[in-house]
């Protein structure tokens, strides 16, 4: 089977993967929701991005760097990996929980203390998933990789939604998280057949993190901008604005399904191709343009309906989250635009390049809702998502320096697409209106051509 094939078939699964995800997702969070309030819901989503963001660092890029390794690694460097990642689970976890009431008061607000510690006991567990997942991934098997991850997701509502019916509370959500992680860590290592040793190799270590931390230094970076709103929101509207900022953030990263299906995919697929440049800019240009539409019309179809649909499903209390959902849409298409650009610039080793961009990213959007959240409540997390856009320019200068590239497939559509993501602003009887430019937009001939293009692809790997 063909690269291109095998990226195709892979792409197919995530793909489905995550629209089952979606549809599980979806409905577990409406009943979770329901169920546990904004303020528990706050809570929970609050201390998960924080110990996310821990793992991340922890994970030290070792995973990407298995995955990325030109030459496959034998197991002596998956045991190294993995007696690195258990390690640094262990120490995480352990810091953690000591570090987290110290910190009460002043950086994180007293009431995520009890969750955030408990928590924060599964990084060993997170961290030792990572080489059994990489070995798939590098595999390509993103067959094994999806249902891994649509079962953890499925344990997970079948844990906490009892839960939560039982009035748990936050803790309905913490126990669906630990259950997650150990049914995903006992299914990776079953299905890639790889039996985890200790060992110590002092050169293969420096291999691992020496590569490995080029690359996770920018990740860590980026993990900042998960912390804005537990850190920032928090401060300022307490638990319950952070259960509206994280359930409008929820609906996009669900609805941008296909962003996290192209980035999984072009780590492995692009290394394969890193040499060929003329390759990288016509995958860079058609996957621009391919990403912009599969998310958009799902995020602004969401805004269409939000309004009387959220308010039924999940009760009158959470529709403040919509006030702030067209701001994060608008971030998220955008992040689906330049998705491909960071990928590519990964692949080509220039991590330095990715961390500028990501530290601007993070300072803008946190300064500004430092300045907007207070004076604004949270409309102004909305505002400071707009301003953060901005800073992608400096990801299209730094992907300028290695090869020019156009916007031309794409800019029509990232066009007509921004208008519908405001509809759940404006009355309901304007909101049809603003799908009028898309509508003309995919009327042109060449955006016609365009769409039967990538339809194309589907053909050929199901006749594959």
């Keep these: 089977m063909s690269l291109r094939e095998q990226v195709l078939k892979g792409g197919v699964y995530l793909a489905l993967r995550e629209g089952f995800g979606l549809i599980v997702s979806l409905g577990g969070v409406l009943l979770l929701t329901r169920l546990i309030g904004p303020a528990h819901y706050g809570l929970y989503t609050g201390s998960v991005a924080i110990v996310v963001f821990v793992g991340q660092i922890g994970r030290m890029g070792i995973d990407v760097c298995l995955i990325r390794s030109q030459e ?199 290394a394969k191709v890193q040499t060929d440049h003329a390759r990288l800019r016509a995958a860079l240009e058609e996957a621009m343009a391919l990403q912009v539409l599969a998310v958009g019309p799902l995020l602004g179809a969401f805004s269409l309906l939000a309004h009387p649909v959220i308010p039924l499903l999940f009760g009158a209390r959470w529709s403040p989250a919509l006030r702030v959902y067209p701001a994060v849409a608008v971030g998220a298409l955008f992040g689906a635009l330049f998705n491909i650009q960071s990928s590519t610039l990964y692949v080509l080793r220039r991590n330095a390049a990715v961390a500028w961009f990501h530290v601007a990213h993070v300072v803008v959007l946190a300064a500004s809702a430092w300045f907007f959240v207070p004076r604004f409540g949270l409309m102004g997390y909305g505002l400071a998502e707009i301003v953060a856009v901005t800073t992608y320019a400096l990801l299209h200068i730094q992907m300028s320096r290695v090869f020019r590239f156009s916007y031309a497939q794409v800019l029509p559509w990232l066009a007509a697409l921004i208008p519908p993501l405001g509809a759940v602003l404006v009355p309901l009887g304007w909101r049809p209106v603003l799908w009028v430019p898309l509508a003309l937009v995919a009327l042109l001939p060449r955006q016609r051509r365009q769409i039967g293009h990538y339809l194309g692809y589907v053909v050929r790997w199901r006749t594959a």
């Design 72 to 270: 496959s690694p034998d197991a002596s460097t998956y045991h190294q990996a993995f007696t690195l990642l258990l390690l640094s689970g262990v120490g995480l976890a352990l810091g953690g929980i000591l570090l987290v009431p110290l910190l009460a008061g002043w950086a994180i607000n007293p009431h995520f203390v009890d969750p955030l510690r408990v928590l924060l006991g599964t990084l060993p567990l997170s961290q030792m998933i990572a080489p059994a997942t990489a070995r798939l991934e590098r595999d390509l098997n993103y067959r094994a990789v999806a249902i891994m991850d649509l079962m953890g997701q499925i344990v997970y509502y079948l844990v906490a939604l009892p839960l939560a019916v039982l009035g748990a509370g936050v803790w309905a959500a913490v126990a669906g998280y630990w259950c997650l992680q150990i049914i995903v860590c006992i299914y990776a290592y079953t299905v890639s057949r790889y039996r985890p040793r200790l060992v110590w190799s002092r050169s293969r270590a420096q291999a691992l993190l020496g590569y490995g931390l080029g690359y996770s230094g920018s990740q860590w970076l980026w993990q900042l901008r998960s912390l804005v709103n537990p850190l920032i929101v928090g401060r300022f509207l307490g638990p319950a604005g952070v259960g509206y900022v994280s359930l409008a953030v929820r609906f996009a990263e669900v609805l941008s399904f296909f962003r996290n299906v192209s980035w999984r995919l072009s780590i492995a697929a692009l």
